[in-house]
C-alpha cells in the first residue's frame, strides 16, 4: 500500500529525492516518516512528518535531508542533500493511523553513495 521510488546511485555530495505514493489518502494518517537499513544494520528511523506537519530528524541528517508531503499529489518525498557513503541503505516509507494501530511500510529503495 506504500510504494517508494527514487534511489539510486549517486556520488558524496550528490542529492536524491525519495518519493513514496500511497494507496490510501495520506491525509489520513498520523504520521508518516523514511527508515533505512545499511547492510549489517539494524533498520533507523531517517526523517518524520506528522499530520500536522511538524518535522523530526535523526541527527546525522539534520541539515541535508528535508522531509515534505503533498496532500494534493498524495506522495511523501525526502530531498537528501551533501549525500555521504554512510548514507548508502535501503530506505523505506512508512505510515501510521488509526491512532497508530495501524503501520503500513514500502517495500524499499536502494541508495548507494559512492565515487
Known amino acids: 500500500q506504500l510504494q517508494a521510488s527514487g534511489g539510486g546511485l549517486v556520488q558524496p555530495g550528490g542529492s536524491l529525492r525519495l518519493s513514496c505514493g500511497a494507496s490510501?489518502?495520506?491525509?489520513?494518517?498520523?504520521?508518516m516518516g523514511w527508515y533505512r537499513q545499511a547492510p549489517g544494520k539494524g533498520r533507523e528511523l531517517v526523517a518524520t512528518?506528522?499530520?500536522?506537519?511538524?518535522?523530526k530528524y535523526e541527527d546525522s541528517v539534520k541539515g541535508r535531508f528535508t522531509i515534505s508531503k503533498d496532500i494534493s499529489e498524495n506522495r511523501l518525498y525526502l530531498q537528501m542533500n551533501r549525500l555521504a557513503p554512510e548514507d548508502t541503505a535501503v530506505y523505506y516509507c512508512?505510515?501510521?493511523?488509526?491512532?497508530?494501530?495501524?503501520?503500513?511500510w514500502g517495500q524499499g529503495t536502494q541508495v548507494t553513495v559512492s565515487s
Open positions: 512508512h505510515a501510521k493511523f488509526a491512532g497508530g494501530r495501524v503501520q503500513l
Open positions: 512528518i506528522l499530520s500536522g506537519r511538524s518535522t
Open positions: 490510501r489518502r495520506i491525509s489520513g494518517f498520523d504520521s
